[in-house]
Nanobody, 116 residues
Framework: QVQVVESGGGLVQAGGSLRLSCAASGSILRIVDMAWYRQAPGKQRQLVALITGGGSTLYVDSVKGRFSISRDNAKNTVYLQMNSLKPEDTAVYYC??????????WGRGTQVTVSS
């Protein structure tokens, strides 16, 4: 059974940095895309950043230039380096592992809180 586990959230002051990690395990199949989403209170879950198996990346406009997504295919792990954090980045951050036709899997989320 596939498990997706996030880590690295926490409380940080505005302007600070955090690094999130996410590891997927339990399948021998190749992960196509890995992504980070976030959901703030009262808002819908939104895509933050995505990275393909080939290393192409995509970011939501609000984090461009501040966040960086990377992955280690050998470890089925994805990272999100978050710099220059703002209070509006406060949310629960979720990792998504897309195995293509075999399905997509979510982690339980990690809280990121940015104080002003």
């Amino acid at each position: 059974q596939v498990q997706v586990v996030e880590s690295g959230g926490g409380l940080v002051q505005a302007g600070g940095s955090l690094r999130l990690s996410c590891a997927a395990s339990g399948s021998i199949l190749r992960i196509v895309d890995m992504a980070w989403y976030r959901q703030a209170p009262g808002k819908q879950r939104q895509l933050v950043a995505l990275i393909t198996g080939g290393g192409s990346t995509l970011y939501v406009d609000s984090v461009k230039g501040r966040f960086s997504i990377s992955r280690d295919n050998a470890k089925n792990t994805v990272y999100l380096q978050m710099n220059s954090l703002k209070p509006e980045d406060t949310a629960v951050y979720y990792c998504n592992a897309d195995y293509g036709a075999q399905g997509t899997y979510w982690g339980r989320g990690t809280q990121v809180t940015v104080s002003s």
